[in-house]
T-cell receptor, first 114, second 109 residues
């Protein structure tokens, strides 16, 4: 079974530039999560999708962050414009459904904003 | 108060010894508790889950839960160099996982 796929693995951009991350969850997993992980910290939830619906986006900074999961499968997270403080690892995870306890994480995208 | 707290600094243990990690949480209604292992530069990987008070053993790992004290712990017996990683405690509530900042474990051969 293929795991959660994310791309790119690394991204370096200058501040004020836009950036997008892509995630393809495990086949059959209805729930998709985007997390942000700063160095020395645990992952923090940005948004949770149930199929194509964003059911928990209270932690997403909506002034510059947006996300979509149009067909309820893969998802894109965008930052526009990026700020220095956005440098972090962006993790995507999926689970069969929200009430299913195990979440499987992708390898993450390490973003560096210069 | 943070939802999930892991306050210990890096833990160095000799190979073969027991590593003990602790975690406290603030939401009394939390029902599901997890330990994730994260190697440097890698993503978190679930190693233990526990839902009821008491101990749960899986190989060299034992998770302990005390809901009255809002406390979860992880014991790693017979520690191996391959156990060197950061261990994240996570607590589930409202279909959301809250993570602690993690504890780094270094197993010294």
């Amino acid at each position: 079974e293929a795991g959660v796929v994310q791309s790119p693995r690394y991204k370096i951009i200058e501040k004020k530039q836009p950036v997008a991350f892509w995630c393809n969850p495990i086949s059959g997993h209805n729930t998709l999560y985007w997390y942000l992980q700063n160095l020395g910290q645990g992952p923090e939830l940005l948004i949770r999708y149930e199929n194509e619906e964003a059911v928990d986006d209270s932690q997403l900074p909506k002034d510059r962050f947006s996300a979509e999961r149009l067909k309820g499968v893969d998802s894109t997270l965008k930052i526009q414009p990026a700020e220095l403080g956005d440098s972090a690892v962006y993790l995507c995870a999926s689970s069969y459904r929200a009430s299913y306890n195990e979440q499987f994480f992708g390898p993450g995208t390490r973003l560096t904003v210069l | 108060q943070k939802e999930v707290e892991q306050n210990s600094g890096p833990l160095s243990v000799p190979e073969g010894a027991i590593a003990s990690l602790n975690c406290t949480y603030s939401d009394r209604v939390s029902q599901s508790f997890f330990w994730y292992r994260q190697y440097s530069g890698k993503s978190p990987e679930l190693i233990m889950s526990i839902y009821s008070n008491g101990d749960k053993e899986d190989g060299r790992f034992t998770a302990q839960l005390n809901k009255a004290s809002q406390y979860v712990s992880l014991l790693i017996r017979d520690s191996q160099p391959s156990d060197s990683a950061t261990y994240l405690c996570a607590v589930r509530g409202n279909n959301r996982l809250a993570f602690g900042k993690g504890n780094q474990v270094v197993v010294i051969p």
